[in-house]
């Protein structure tokens, strides 16, 4: 469809979209035509002009890491709309741009999204956005961000680069930008360079992005002026056609080699996001039973439960349809796949420090002695699980870019490293183009679970490779508000302070001995020796991006999480600057 017509049609309407078939049951499509509903109008207030001066810093402030991420919807009073068509418009633009600038000349770039109601809105601004640029633009409709990614370096691929429109977890009302090169996907400055062009393009056209009818009208204006029809590709099915080959491949069944999950059932939750596909496009065609699978349908309202793999409603909800299909194997989805966990066949959920054991026992099979890089906040039981498999833990920062980057400067530095992953889910593999890809973590424990069956004679499951994971007695997590608008800096005071104050021995007690960790990459770690061989652990370290202090404690015996948040307050309330801090979740 031309970009003007579909823009046009998503301007007329904006919502629950019409019934096509995705390879699986009868389902919402995200991306394409849409029948009236709602009028977009209804979810877009009035609001005056920014002033020309305002334009870069209202760009500025969609920048959430290495992603975009904004408001798409306005679904709650006073929830003001940031990332508007014109802004996606501008920002898909400034990424041609900043592909030129980086050498490519024939720029093409394939544009797909999760199952957000305002994709239909911002799907044909971003392609007219490229098309204005002079880009070729490919809509590829629903797709995941690993396969993004994959539609890049696919063999035979013409696309430079690659753009999947999603928030990940966020709610129905956010909608955001990923982008990716060959490379992979972009970092913080680059996504900043890309937003600063963005600004600069916006206002040269003097678009008020404030005023949701001149904003839109832009954009089909500018859709108009370019006659060129974006190609389509079926970029999913070419990804699970490449996801089936590696399973073939990885298991080698000898009775069954082209369909080796025969007799396998597993239930997938997709949380009615992007991964449904896994189960009707992957794991079905190679003879699994994924009858006890649910919310495969893509709908952007996310009816059932936050897609989201740390959310315990989420894994509560995979457990329960592991348990009622008695399946062998659980697995669960985040909206746009680059996150996933595991359910074993007992109901076991097998996320965070769990999951990251899991692929660290698959991967040290194979790579003996490789480093596992994991984010900060991880149990000191995943340190000895790791180390008893002849493993090197790296215990880094926060932020799943954060963990594959220093993997992949590992490696460059000659340090075999070939698994970095967070608590969240999030994870990247070496022999996987360091992607951060949920489909590619499910696989990889699939294929270790047949492969334990066939070894074994079909007893075995995933649940023997954790048998010996220590795991703590309490664990927590509590965020400090910083009611300071210089919050950098009165946090970084405040994290300071802790790291004396344990330094000079006042955490420790008659019962319990306090000690900073050795290495530490962000805030501070302490070490506490709960007696008989017990320790647990409390890290104080400031947000990524928000006025937040976070601690997180774990402790080996009951009682104690409590005895260590007890001991942190204390700390917290003669704090010199103890009222520029919401204490209330450590009162509770």
Request: aromatic residues 6%; neutral net charge.
């Amino acid at each position: 469809m031309h970009a003007a017509a579909h823009l046009q049609r998503s301007q007329h309407a904006l919502v629950a979209p019409k019934r096509q078939t995705y390879g699986m049951k009868s389902v919402r499509a995200p991306c394409s035509r849409s029948r009236a509903v709602t009028p977009v109008t209804a979810y877009l207030p009035p609001a005056a002009p920014p002033a020309s001066a305002d334009v870069a810093q209202a760009f500025k402030r969609l920048q959430n890491g290495s992603d975009v991420r904004g408001v798409a919807l306005a679904v709650n009073p006073g929830n003001a709309i940031t990332l508007t068509p014109a802004a996606a418009f501008f920002i898909a633009a400034g990424f041609v741009d900043w592909l030129r600038s980086r050498g490519v000349t024939d720029v093409k770039v394939a544009v797909g999204c999760d199952p957000r109601v305002s994709g239909p809105l911002l799907m044909p601004a971003v392609l007219a956005g490229l098309q204005s640029a002079g880009a070729a633009a490919v809509d590829v409709g629903l797709s995941t961000t690993p396969a993004m990614f994959y539609g890049i370096i696919a063999p035979g691929s013409a696309v430079t680069g690659s753009i999947m429109l999603t928030a990940s977890h966020m709610p129905m009302h956010n909608n955001g930008l990923k982008f990716f090169t060959a490379e992979g996907g972009l970092g913080k400055p680059d996504i900043a360079a890309i937003l600063e062009g963005a600004a600069a393009k916006c206002e040269a056209a003097a678009v008020p992005l404030g005023d949701s009818i001149l904003d839109a009208a832009f954009v089909l204006r500018q859709a108009v002026k370019t006659p060129a029809t974006p190609s389509s590709w079926p970029l999913l099915s070419k990804y699970a056609e490449h996801l089936r080959h590696m399973i073939v491949a990885g298991i080698q069944h000898p009775q069954t080699p082209d369909k080796p999950l025969t007799g396998l059932k597993i239930a997938v939750d997709a949380g009615n996001g992007s991964g449904g596909f896994f189960a009707t496009q992957v794991l079905e065609p190679l003879g699994a039973d994924v009858s006890g699978s649910q919310f495969l349908e893509p709908d952007g309202t996310f009816p059932n439960h936050i897609p989201n793999p740390e959310n315990k409603a989420a894994m509560d909800a995979a457990v329960n349809a592991v348990k009622q299909s008695g399946a062998d194997l659980g697995i669960v989805f985040d909206t746009d796949v680059d996150r996933s966990a595991i359910v074993g066949s007992d109901g076991t959920p097998i996320n965070s420090n769990r999951f990251i054991a899991l692929m660290a026992a698959i991967v040290l099979q194979e790579h003996p002695g490789s480093t596992i890089v994991t984010d900060s906040v991880t149990s000191n039981g995943l340190t000895t699980f790791i180390e008893q498999r002849g493993g090197k833990h790296f215990r880094f920062k926060r932020g799943y870019k954060n963990v594959i980057s220093k993997g992949v400067e590992l490696n460059k530095q000659g340090v075999d490293c070939e698994l970095m992953m967070e608590t969240s889910g999030h994870g990247a593999m070496r022999s996987n183009h360091y992607l951060d890809d949920g489909s590619h973590l499910a696989l990889t424990a699939v294929v270790a679970f047949v492969r334990s069956r066939l070894a074994s004679g079909g007893a075995a499951g995933l649940g023997e490779l954790l048998a010996d994971l220590q795991e703590p007695a309490e664990a927590a997590e509590y965020r400090i508000g910083i009611k300071d608008p210089d919050f950098k800096s009165v946090g970084s005071g405040v994290l300071q302070a802790f790291h004396d104050w344990v330094q000079a021995g006042a955490g420790s007690s008659s019962s319990s001995s306090w000690s900073l960790e050795q290495v530490n990459h962000e805030g501070w770690r302490v070490n506490v020796n709960e007696g008989a061989g017990k320790r647990g652990w409390a890290l104080l370290r400031q947000s990524l991006h928000d006025p937040l202090l976070v601690l997180n404690v774990e402790s080996d015996v009951p009682g104690g999480e409590a005895a260590i948040r007890g001991n942190v307050l204390q700390f917290f309330t003669k704090l010199q600057q103890a009222q520029a801090l919401d204490l209330a979740a450590l009162q509770k």
